[in-house]
């Protein structure tokens, strides 16, 4: 397991990384649902907690993964293996996140025990691959010893906080510190030890498809939820409004992420990639949320939520804005220029959002407030499609 080339021509995710990036289809999903049926039943912070804090622990061991695999991913039986265990603590993961959920709600009790033993799971796995790279990279040494040394004081901390019985506030407390202990790991090893061998192409491909995993799963909810309204009250304006929004937001979120060109950027500002990279946490998070926010808005059409049509569609638009705003945000610090027409675009989407939500306060129909919820995406790329070549 030695370093692999940066600067291989045609690097592209291996098939055991797509599959590994299907197993994260069950977790968004899982923890979208989760999200749409805590607001659904008025618990809202509660429901925002569990999603914030399952949302953090998949997407950072997909993060962590997705790196290590660039620098040393050689495709042999102890790879395979190790990523196999990684699969089965996302499964595992996402089989706790219904307790957590509910534990939560149920007055803040702490029934975290299966999520966090799934987390520590595809951490462990990792942390084997860490070792073998040690072992046969010998010139990078400083760097992977960081790796195994952090990580395994990270997970040591988890699996503490798990036997330990405290108050949900020092609980909560503990999970920060131990999540600033994650994130230092890698920056300090990476700065301070040397860089690992990892590809900007292939980073960004594999960043790519995981958007499109999580744009597809709130696809794949929506459609859910639209087809217990079916069942319960037929094709109605209310259905092809929300089956006609959905997938035009979907694409527009979708042609706003690739429209930048990531990789180039990330190759030629190797300095700024960990904003970039750790900046992706909440992106993947806003795209689930908003799949979750169409779904709510569903059950909402169903009769089978206690929050109001306003803040239904506060919830998509909160979801909807701060995506729009990361990804701008993101690419154009890898950029390190922000052009005053797209600063524009963002402004006047940011407004349009802003609208609907007020509007449907006001009294402005549901539909016609999905409409104005979709376009605020298409804004910028209207601007990006018509701008003179």
């Known amino acids: 397991?030695?370093?692999?080339?940066?600067?291989?021509?045609?690097?592209?995710?291996?098939?055991?990384?797509?599959?590994?990036?299907?197993?994260?289809?069950?977790?968004?999903?899982?923890?979208?649902?989760?999200?749409?049926?805590?607001?659904?039943?008025?618990?809202?912070?509660?429901?925002?907690?569990?999603?914030?804090?399952?949302?953090?622990?998949?997407?950072?061991?997909?993060?962590?993964?997705?790196?290590?695999?660039?620098?040393?991913?050689?495709?042999?039986?102890?790879?395979?293996?190790?990523?196999?265990?990684?699969?089965?603590?996302?499964v595992i993961l996402s089989l706790g996140l219904p307790a957590l959920f509910t534990g939560l709600h149920n007055h803040w009790e702490l029934q975290e025990q299966t999520v966090v033993a799934g987390y520590v799971v595809m951490r462990v796995a990792l942390i084997a691959l860490w070792i073998r790279a040690w072992k046969h990279d010998k010139a990078r040494r400083p760097t992977t010893s960081t790796y195994i040394i952090g990580i395994t004081i990270?997970?040591?901390?988890?699996?503490?906080?798990?036997?330990?019985?405290?108050?949900?506030?020092?609980?909560?407390?503990?999970?920060?510190?131990?999540?600033?202990?994650?994130?230092?790991?890698?920056?300090?090893?990476?700065?301070?030890?040397?860089?690992?061998?990892?590809?900007?192409?292939?980073?960004?491909?594999?960043?790519?498809?995981?958007?499109?995993?999580?744009?597809?799963?709130?696809?794949?909810?929506?459609?859910?939820?639209?087809?217990?309204?079916?069942?319960?009250?037929?094709?109605?304006?209310?259905?092809?409004?929300?089956?006609?929004?959905?997938?035009?937001?979907?694409?527009?979120?979708?042609?706003?992420?690739?429209g930048m060109p990531s990789a180039e950027l990330i190759a030629a500002n190797v300095e700024r990639v960990f904003a970039w990279a750790y900046g992706h946490i909440p992106v993947y998070a806003a795209i689930a949320a908003t799949g979750a926010g169409l779904e709510l808005i569903a059950l909402g059409f169903a009769g089978d939520s206690v929050i109001s049509r306003g803040n239904t569609v506060l919830v998509v638009a909160i979801a909807l804005g701060v995506y729009m705003t990361l990804v701008f945000g993101l690419f154009h610090y890898i950029d390190g220029q922000i052009p005053f027409r797209t600063v524009l675009a963002l402004f006047l989407s940011l407004l349009l959002l802003a609208a609907a939500v007020i509007g449907i306060f006001f009294g402005l129909p549901d539909y016609f407030a999905l409409i104005l919820i979709t376009l605020t995406s298409w804004i910028p790329i209207f601007h990006w499609e018509l701008r003179p070549a």
């Open 1 to 90: 397991m030695l370093g692999r080339n940066p600067d291989q021509v045609g690097r592209a995710a291996t098939p055991l990384e797509l599959l590994y990036d299907l197993t994260l289809v069950v977790a968004f999903g899982v923890a979208a649902d989760q999200l749409a049926d805590a607001l659904a039943k008025g618990h809202i912070l509660s429901g925002i907690v569990g999603f914030v804090l399952a949302m953090y622990a998949v997407v950072w061991c997909w993060i962590n993964f997705t790196w290590f695999s660039s620098a040393y991913d050689n495709d042999d039986l102890f790879m395979r293996a190790c990523v196999t265990a990684q699969m089965v603590g996302v």
């Open 154 to 258: 990270a997970q040591l901390m988890w699996i503490t906080l798990i036997l330990i019985d405290v108050p949900v506030l020092i609980w909560g407390s503990l999970v920060v510190v131990i999540y600033i202990v994650e994130m230092l790991v890698p920056y300090i090893a990476e700065n301070r030890q040397g860089r690992t061998p990892w590809h900007p192409h292939h980073i960004a491909e594999r960043y790519g498809l995981l958007a499109l995993i999580a744009l597809g799963e709130g696809v794949v909810g929506t459609v859910d939820a639209l087809n217990s309204l079916i069942g319960a009250h037929g094709w109605t304006l209310e259905v092809w409004m929300l089956a006609f929004c959905g997938m035009g937001l979907t694409v527009g979120m979708w042609w706003l992420y690739f």
